[in-house]
């Protein structure tokens, strides 16, 4: 055999080792900024408020403006509303004054009809409303915000009668479905929906959760979770949260995006699904440091399943303005979440969300292990590459302090 042969069998064999990596190997990503033919890319980002009683109203016009290169790398941006858009006065009765009094609870709305088709404007393509604020002007205010919605042509999911609350939105392109849903399990009285009533998709009967991811799962080949869900303010997740998680992948669910906390929380990989807590906030006014940080995610979907999941660091202004995090900033956000990895099976490398194995015993949310990860999350600041990667075995659901 000729030995210019042999050079083309070697040079073929490396181009096969490349185009199928083996396990715990990364998928060949597309370039960066250029859309595969055969991906379907969804990005998720976290809450989004255009308007706050303690910031006022965002110049919607603009206020997504840093992130429109970003939506623009992908087939769909997928956000969650965080508050109706209404200019009723119909205020929920079902919220206690004394918490909203204290600033421990909020009722919130925004004013301007054009908010829907800013966000459209902007790159959003699909808006989830199965949040705690959206009924915070009871069903005028959900009337309204549907309305504003459907005028725009910004489709929705998560909300209405019970029936269309739990139907998915189906995007399909490049010869894939991907339906996406919706869901709170932050829910105040008389707020979720019914047969009869209109309201949010809840997830506190599981059984309604898992039936409704399975039935998206008859209508698509991909099927992504957005869920309020978890306490606020902890990096640490609630065993609630990690059993709904369960719930929803075995019900069908290939990836699981969560919301509520207001700041990040780790990712785990549970039967090979992606479960990302919490994003946190995405367009949302805070002056709290940790509620400024979240993540882009990006889900590259191919013919064989979730190929990747890119995360795209962004820094969020006070008045709530996301923009994507620069060099330094951008690694700071990415060290801080894996930080909030550590005790799961997932690991934050380059942008991206790889396997891994648990690098610290797991903890749930309590007072104590607030101080110890907020310790943690300090080392990993101060020295990102001095930690062991040693495996733990994580503690069991249900251990560690939940509440």
Not at 19 to 47: C, K, L, M, N
Not at 284 to 306: D, I, M, Y
Not at 315 to 325: E, K, L, Q, R, Y
């Amino acid at each position: 055999m000729p030995f210019w042969f042999h050079l083309v069998l070697m040079a073929q064999a490396a181009a096969l080792a490349v185009a199928s990596p083996g396990a715990g190997q990364a998928p060949a990503a597309a370039p960066p900024g250029q859309a595969s033919e055969e991906r379907v890319v969804i990005a998720v980002g976290g809450d989004v408020l255009p308007e706050s009683s303690w910031e006022g109203a965002q110049d919607v016009l603009h206020f997504l403006d840093g992130m429109r290169a970003q939506f623009a790398q992908a087939d769909l941006v997928f956000v969650n509303l965080e508050e109706p858009i209404t200019t009723s006065r119909q205020v929920t009765p079902f919220k206690s004054q004394s918490e909203v009094a204290a600033k421990r609870d909020y009722i919130l709305r925004a004013q301007d009809r054009e908010i829907p088709a800013a966000l459209k404007t902007a790159g959003v393509g699909l808006v989830g409303l199965a949040n705690n604020h959206m009924m915070d002007y009871t069903l005028a205010g959900l009337r309204d915000t549907l309305q504003a919605l459907q005028q725009a042509e910004l489709p929705e999911v998560g909300a209405g009668l019970k029936p269309q609350a739990e139907q998915p939105f189906i995007l399909q392109k490049h010869g894939l479905r991907v339906a996406l849903l919706a869901f709170s399990d932050v829910v105040p009285r008389n707020a979720g929906a019914t047969e009869t009533s209109l309201g949010i998709a809840s997830a506190k009967d599981e059984q309604d959760l898992a039936d409704a991811i399975r039935r998206a799962r008859c209508q698509a080949d991909f099927v992504v979770l957005m869920i309020h869900w978890g306490g606020q303010g902890s990096h640490l997740i609630l065993p609630r949260q990690r059993q709904l998680a369960r719930t929803a992948v075995a019900a069908g669910s290939d990836v699981v995006v969560g919301m509520h906390p207001h700041v990040l929380q780790g990712i785990e990989y549970i039967e090979g699904a992606p479960v990302l807590y919490s994003l946190g906030n995405f367009a949302f006014a805070s002056k709290r440091t940790a509620s400024q940080e979240t993540v882009l995610v990006k889900l590259n979907f191919g013919p064989k399943g979730l190929e990747e999941v890119g995360l795209v660091p962004v820094a969020i202004s006070p008045d709530g303005v996301p923009t994507p995090g620069g060099e330094e900033q951008g690694k700071e956000i990415l060290g801080h979440l894996d930080g909030f990895c550590r005790m799961f099976n997932a690991q934050v490398q380059g942008g991206r969300l790889m396997a891994s194995t648990p690098r610290e015993r797991l903890v749930y949310a309590s007072t104590g292990a607030k101080s110890r990860h907020s310790a943690a999350r300090q080392r990993t600041t101060r020295r990102p590459s001095s930690h062991k990667t040693g495996a733990k075995k994580p503690a069991p659901a249900g251990t560690g302090g939940g509440r």
